[in-house]
T-cell receptor, first 110, second 117 residues
């Protein structure tokens, strides 16, 4: 059974810092991995999707990497802003469904 | 990009009544949709997989008679919480799998906050 873990569970940083969110998964047989953002009381917004054959994807200040063999993915946020404050979820697609990590609650202080 | 519309965003109902939540894929056909439940400060818990034209597949521990799922068309799935009780109060989110493009991704609705009083 696929298990997805995110570290840290919560993170508070001052504005402007670069930061890394970590995601690990137990079964490397995946199709792709998605990073989502969730604001309080809202649904999920897809940030980046990395195919199993890819090593990384970039969108603006966000960069996600994937090391399938070691079961790890990271989400790098450059020059963090208060508007980045949210919960970040990684989800692994190993077939017909997504398996989510517990999320990282990020607070960026002005 | 793919858009999933979920309604209502908030609903308050009396204990014992039923509530229906709709999930629509707006610009793509979704043969498979997913229903999640989320408790405060926790991640999403998959409740069931909704398949167009067939019965939903429920996760272990999810009551089929309590959470009725109907996926009658390629763009609409509904979740009905029957005989709701306060412990059913939660945040419910639907998702649709978009397999029309070269990459299979998942798009989520905006969620429904259910409060049972």
């Amino acid at each position: 059974k696929q298990e997805v873990t995110q570290i840290p569970a919560a993170l508070s940083v001052p504005e402007g810092e670069n930061l890394v969110l970590n995601c690990s998964f137990t079964d490397s047989a995946i199709y792709n991995l998605q990073w989502f953002r969730q604001d309080p009381g809202k649904g999920l917004t897809s940030l980046l999707l990395i195919q199993s054959s890819q090593r990384e994807q970039t969108s603006g200040r966000l960069n996600a990497s994937l090391d399938k063999s070691s079961g790890r993915s990271t989400l790098y946020i450059a020059a963090s802003q208060p508007g980045d404050s949210a919960t970040y979820l990684c989800a692994v697609n190993a077939g017909n469904m997504l398996t989510f990590g517990g999320g990282t609650r990020l607070m960026v202080k002005p | 990009g793919a858009v999933v519309s979920q309604h209502p965003s908030r609903v308050i109902c009396k204990s014992g009544t039923s509530v229906k939540i709709e999930c629509r894929s707006l610009d793509f056909q979704a043969t498979t949709m997913f229903w999640y439940r989320q408790f405060p400060k926790q991640s999403l818990m998959l409740m069931a997989t909704s398949n167009e034209g067939s019965k939903a597949t429920y996760e272990q521990g999810v009551e089929k008679d309590k959470f009725l799922i109907n996926h009658a068309s390629l763009t609409l799935s509904t979740l009905t919480v029957t005989s709701a009780h306060p412990e059913d109060s939660s945040f419910y989110i639907c998702s649709a799998r978009d397999s029309t493009g070269p990459v299979v991704g998942y798009t989520f609705g905006s969620g429904t906050r259910l409060t049972v009083v």
